[in-house]
C-alpha cells in the first residue's frame, strides 16, 4: 500500500529555512506527480506546492512563490519541500500528498504523509 513518511520539520526564526522530506513507497513514484500541504492550527488544510513527475514542473500558491521549492528524486523516492525566508505564518504541519490532480490537487488515492510541525517565530 501507499506509505509516505514526512519528516524535516522544526522550530526557527523568521527569516530562517527548512528542508522537508517526504519518503515514498508501495506505488510507482515516477509516474506520478506529488505535492505538499499544509495545515495550521484551527484552519483548513491547504494546497502549497506541487511537482510534476519526471520534476521538470513545479508549482506553488501564491503566497510561498520565491521563498518555497519543491523537487524530487525518482531514484530515491524522495520529494522534498525547500523552505526559505520562513515566516510566522507559515507555522502549520506539512503534509506530503501523492498522485495529485486537478482541480484541487488533493491525493487521487487520498495518501498523506503522516505530517511534520514547522513553527516559525517572529
Known amino acids: 500500500q501507499v506509505q509516505l513518511v514526512d519528516s524535516g520539520g522544526g522550530l526557527v526564526q523568521a527569516g530562517g529555512s527548512l528542508r522537508l522530506t517526504c519518503g515514498a513507497s508501495?506505488?510507482?513514484?515516477?509516474?506520478?506527480?506529488m505535492g505538499w500541504w499544509r495545515q495550521a492550527p484551527g484552519k483548513e488544510r491547504e494546497y502549497v506546492a506541487r511537482?510534476?513527475?519526471?520534476?521538470?514542473?513545479?508549482y506553488y500558491r501564491d503566497s510561498v512563490k520565491g521563498r518555497f521549492t519543491i523537487s524530487r528524486d525518482n531514484v530515491k523516492k524522495e520529494v522534498y519541500l525547500q523552505m526559505d525566508n520562513l515566516k510566522p505564518e507559515d507555522t502549520a504541519v506539512y503534509y506530503c500528498a501523492a498522485d495529485v490532480r486537478p482541480p484541487e490537487y488533493l491525493p487521487f488515492t487520498g495518501s498523506w504523509g503522516q505530517g511534520t510541525q514547522v513553527t516559525v517565530s517572529s
Open positions: 511537482v510534476s513527475w519526471n520534476g521538470e514542473r513545479a
Open positions: 508501495g506505488f510507482t513514484f515516477s509516474s506520478v506527480a
